[in-house]
């Protein structure tokens, strides 16, 4: 059974921007072994990531990410049995959201500020979409299409 999940995490410490390149590579090097299949956001010290594949691998990598140093305060955001995944392209796509343009940001937050914590779940997936649909999701392309 396909399932997606997203949630929302603080950064414990100042992240910078090559920080999330690698962990979308080491991302891209381990979520096909076990079916996973993703989007990550990083932005004003916030991640949003969403996490699909099946309900047993993606429970496992949740529960890794919730003990993962670098990461506090996780919220579950959006969990739900899909029929089909929405980031099939991408083993591990990532987004700085430090370049996405900020009447983006201004639709699904107050401020034009990444604030994950601010929106829903619903929302949360609007905004990736969204992304999806502007191209500002990079992927390396040895991972497109794996899945």
């Given at each position: 059974?396909l399932?997606?999940?997203?949630?929302?995490?603080?950064?414990?410490?100042?992240?910078?921007?090559?920080?999330?390149?690698?962990?979308?590579?080491?991302?891209?090097?381990?979520?096909p072994?076990?079916?996973?299949?993703?989007v990550?956001?990083?932005?004003?010290?916030?991640?949003?990531?969403?996490?699909?594949?099946?309900?047993?691998?993606?429970?496992?990598?949740?529960?890794?990410?919730?003990v993962?140093?670098?990461?506090?305060?996780l919220?579950?955001?959006?969990y739900?049995?899909?029929?089909?995944?929405?980031?099939?392209?991408?083993?591990?796509?990532?987004?700085?959201?430090g370049?996405?343009?900020?009447?983006?940001?201004l639709?699904?937050?107050?401020?034009?500020?990444?604030?994950?914590?601010r929106?829903?779940g619903d929302?949360?997936?609007?905004?990736?979409?969204?992304?999806?649909?502007?191209?500002?999701?990079?992927?390396?392309?040895?991972?497109?299409?794996?899945?």
């Amino acid at each position: 059974m396909l399932v997606r999940l997203l949630y929302a995490s603080r950064a414990r410490e100042p992240f910078e921007a090559d920080m999330l390149d690698t962990i979308a590579a080491v991302s891209v090097e381990r979520n096909p072994r076990h079916g996973i299949t993703g989007v990550l956001c990083f932005g004003d010290g916030c991640f949003l990531q969403a996490l699909e594949g099946d309900r047993e691998a993606v429970s496992r990598l949740y529960h890794r990410i919730a003990v993962d140093p670098r990461h506090r305060d996780l919220l579950l955001l959006h969990y739900q049995e899909i029929v089909a995944r929405e980031f099939a392209g991408w083993a591990m796509g990532h987004v700085n959201t430090g370049r996405v343009n900020a009447a983006t940001l201004l639709k699904y937050f107050p401020e034009a500020c990444f604030d994950p914590y601010r929106i829903s779940g619903d929302a949360a997936l609007a905004l990736l979409g969204e992304l999806i649909a502007g191209a500002a999701i990079v992927a390396r392309t040895s991972e497109r299409g794996r899945f």
